[in-house]
């Protein structure tokens, strides 16, 4: 049995655009793994090739090359896509049918009998917070509610693997807390979550691991912890008061000035040392000493820059 | 295959309630003012008129609510996105096709049942007499809106509503003049005539399913000659569906 619950290797897709003049590459030689029980982060600017990956595991789209696997499977198939519940990007839903007959509908196609859907509706429709509008006709339904109708859809048939595109879209801030909790409980249950979103602070709270694309090339994937370890910066910032505003302190970079106070960068421990020994003889007083550490948020960020540079070279 | 029922099912909700079958009403309002209207100006043939403007008002109300409802059926929701969650579940595209294919065909039995049996009921009204004509008169019209159902069904795998509906409508008018065309075409240049047979035998001849004239003046036709126009009928709705599968299993949904 294998232990991946989603393996793209040198996955690649191309789209026509200008009634089929031009091509688009969706995906260049896409590759990630997912593990059991993981949940998964898909970081990535607007057309990254997101929600292209997404699709290739949803069988919304066929790759031109490369091998896409559900636990071993292809997605194509009807019994691989028995194990995994999807969530649309913007999910849209059949206007006339009720949150709970729409969730009927689903159950259907999945093959549960009538005791089953009845009892995961219900409990389901509480989970994400429709139990008031489950009779409700999903035309009448905010962005938000679509967005818990869709979660609600694709956790009906008790999947393995959750995969869900920007599940976060759409919420307010309550309603994305929810989601999170949700991620979470999942996981605890023995489930895998993948997703995708832009929400980097959400993604750095629950991730168990993360994939970065950017022009459908993967540019940095491992655990949360390791890429923001290895992207630690050395910088510290001193903040020191009672220093006189003409005397310099040529161990640090004087970054800023306010108050009496002086906030100093030291890149190496000598120099931290020496600036500490150096204001201690001055008699001023340490305010602070703090790492400098970078958010997932600054990472990211840094690291599309540095991957559109590397194409512009 | 019970979520191909499933698909049906939910075909025939949105149509009701998308008040698809106020239709029936309208064409109740139209065979009845048919008939005030043509009982008065008409002297003998009372029953005639009624059979034949009844059962064309049931091929015209068929034929339009299988074309609004059968261009739309799948591309509608290919636009609307409403497809993604339903094809990512464990559902094969053929199973879709078929639900949607099977959904219509029950919007069309309901209505043209209703329309049928108003028009019987306008009839016991005036006291006119119920042959077996009739029936095989409506037996046509439900052959007939069965194959351009699957006919609209297809094309709605591949192209857009309108471009679809003109598909119908071409294929209607065609498949009526067919017998015409290929009599017109075979006094032609070869190449047209090579053109014009294609079109004859590849676009259903329409004709096949018409039983008015039975209908209006009662007379019935052989079991044998009934058993053909069924199958030939069966065969076009599964040729068709099989097309739209086809097509359908090969589309990516962007």
Redesign the interface.
């Known amino acids: 049995m294998s232990d991946l619950a989603i393996e793209l290797v040198n996955l690649e897709k191309q789209f026509t655009i200008n009634l089929g003049v031009r091509r688009r590459r969706a995906l260049d030689q896409l590759s990630l793994s997912v593990q059991r029980g993981e949940i998964y982060g898909f970081l990535g600017p607007n057309g990254a090739g997101k929600t292209t990956s997404i699709k290739v595991l949803a069988s919304l789209l066929r790759q031109d090359a490369g091998e896409a696997r559900v636990f071993g499977g292809d997605p194509l198939l009807e019994t691989t896509r028995r194990r995994l519940g999807f969530l649309p990007e913007s999910p849209v839903f059949y206007d006339h049918l009720t949150g709970r007959e729409f969730l009927r509908l689903c159950g259907k196609l999945c093959g549960m009998d009538r005791g089953s859907i009845k009892r995961r509706s219900g409990e389901l429709l509480e989970r994400v917070g429709l139990g008031h509008a489950a009779d409700l006709q999903v035309r009448r339904y905010s962005k938000g509610m679509n967005q818990r109708l869709g979660i609600a859809q694709a956790l009906l048939h008790d999947p393995e693997l959750v995969i869900l595109d920007e599940p976060m879209s759409g919420l307010d801030p309550m309603g994305r807390a929810d989601i999170r909790d949700l991620i979470v409980e999942l996981r605890k249950a023995g489930k895998t979550i993948f997703f995708s979103t832009h929400i980097i602070p959400d993604v750095e709270v629950i991730c168990d691991r993360i994939g970065l694309v950017n022009h459908g090339r993967m540019v940095a994937e491992g655990s949360v912890h390791a890429l923001l370890d290895a992207a630690r910066s050395k910088t510290t910032e001193v903040l020191v008061a009672g220093l006189p505003a003409s005397l310099a302190l040529p161990e640090g970079q004087e970054a800023a000035a306010a108050s009496g106070q002086r906030l100093f960068l030291v890149d190496s421990e000598d120099q931290l040392t020496q600036l500490l020994h150096r204001a201690m003889a001055e008699q001023a007083k340490i305010v602070s000493v703090t790492p400098r550490r970078e958010s997932l948020e600054d990472l990211v960020v840094r690291m599309l820059d540095q991957d559109r540079r590397e194409r512009a070279a | 295959m ?2 191909v029922l ?2 049906a ?2 075909t025939l ?2 149509a009701r ?2 008040r698809v079958f106020y239709s029936v009403f309208l064409f109740g309002l139209v065979v009845v003012l048919n008939s005030v209207i043509f009982t008065e100006v008409t002297a003998t043939t009372v029953d005639r008129v009624l059979k034949d403007t009844g059962l064309a008002a049931i091929n015209i109300f068929a034929l339009a609510l299988t074309v609004f409802t059968g261009v739309g059926i799948v591309n509608r929701e290919i636009d ?3 497809i ?9 595209r053929f199973g879709y096709i078929l639900g949607k294919y099977l959904g219509l065909l029950a919007i069309i039995l309901i209505t043209s049942t209703a329309m049928f049996i108003g028009l019987l009921v306008v009839m016991k009204g005036y006291k006119t007499e119920i042959h077996a004509g009739i029936f095989l008169g409506f037996f046509g019209i439900v052959l007939e809106v069965m194959v351009l159902g699957a006919i609209a069904v297809l094309c709605s795998s591949f192209t857009t509503s309108f471009v679809s509906a003109f598909i119908c409508v071409a294929v209607y008018i065609s498949g009526h003049l067919s017998t015409e065309f290929l009599r017109a075409v075979r006094k032609s240049t070869p190449v047209r005539r090579v053109v014009g047979e294609i079109l004859y035998y590849v676009l259903p001849n329409l004709e096949r399913f018409n039983f008015k004239y039975q209908a209006t003046y009662d007379l019935m036709v052989s079991e044998r000659a009934l058993a053909t126009v069924l199958v030939f009928g069966l065969a076009y709705v599964a040729a068709a569906l099989l097309g739209a599968v086809l097509v359908f299993s090969r589309r ?3």
């Open positions: 019970g979520y499933a698909i099912g939910q909700t949105e309630r998308n609307r996105k409403s993604y969650t339903i094809l990512a579940k464990p559902i094969s990516d949904f962007r």
